[in-house]
């Protein structure tokens, strides 16, 4: 018998039986590609397609589309919503240097290459600086997110947007590149929400909530306490 993972327990992939994760209530697809180095906050749903890349957390009942990718350094908050054929952590390439190709910092595009691989490279070039996507973010098809951004809790991320900076506590946002459209409550409740930091209960704590009425759900999560 496959021993479980408890629910809201981290767990590193590549140093589990990965049918552990599937035991625990984990839906991950056969076609998954998962670096051996991520960590997981047991359950995740992660769908077919989809690339984890190494050094990612992604958190408890998150889950990803088909197709979608985290790059390396990405951290994805607990209760996420992820779309198809969505990308976070894009690389980026110094635009002030003689050149933006990786030659000059990497020589493992063409490791057979003697002249490639042996020339002096004089500085470093970090690809793929912490990405940290909060909880309780919807990330709509096809949206796109540049390495080194940080998405604040129960924000939206509208479909196709390429998001280049930073993107408030629970503001909507769209567009290429992504702007900020309006935000999903006033800012007292927003202040409200973050406190409650209701992402960090498991389901079966927040059973008798009426999800449709934020108001009184802030009320029971605060006299739940």
Not at 36 to 64: E, R
Not at 68 to 78: K, Q, R
Not at 151 to 170: L, Q
């Amino acid at each position: 018998m496959v021993e479980k993972i408890r629910v809201g327990s981290w767990a590193v992939y590549g140093d589990e039986d990965p049918g552990r994760f599937t035991a625990s209530g984990c839906v991950i697809s056969k076609s998954a590609m998962i670096h051996s180095s991520v960590k997981i906050c047991v359950p995740v749903h992660l769908s077919p397609g989809t690339q984890i890349k190494n050094n990612v957390k992604v958190d408890k009942f998150s889950f990803l589309n088909w197709n979608s990718v985290l790059y390396p350094n990405v951290h994805v908050g607990a209760y996420c919503s992820i779309g198809r054929d969505v990308q976070i952590g894009l690389a980026g390439h110094p635009t002030d240097w003689l050149s933006t190709h990786t030659f000059q910092y990497n020589q493992n595009w063409f490791p057979d290459v003697e002249s490639y691989v042996a020339i002096e490279r004089k500085n470093k070039h970090l690809y793929h600086p912490k990405t940290q996507i909060g909880s309780d973010v919807w990330i709509g098809n096809g949206a796109m997110i540049k390495s080194g951004v940080k998405v604040g809790h129960g924000a939206v991320v509208g479909a196709g947007a390429m998001v280049t900076k930073d993107v408030e506590p629970y503001s909507i946002v769209a567009g290429v590149p992504a702007r900020h459209i309006k935000f999903r409550f006033e800012p007292e409740m927003i202040e409200d929400l973050l406190a409650t930091k209701w992402w960090l209960r498991n389901p079966s704590s927040l059973n008798g909530i009426d999800f449709s009425d934020v108001k009184s759900a802030i009320e029971w999560l605060n006299k739940a306490e």
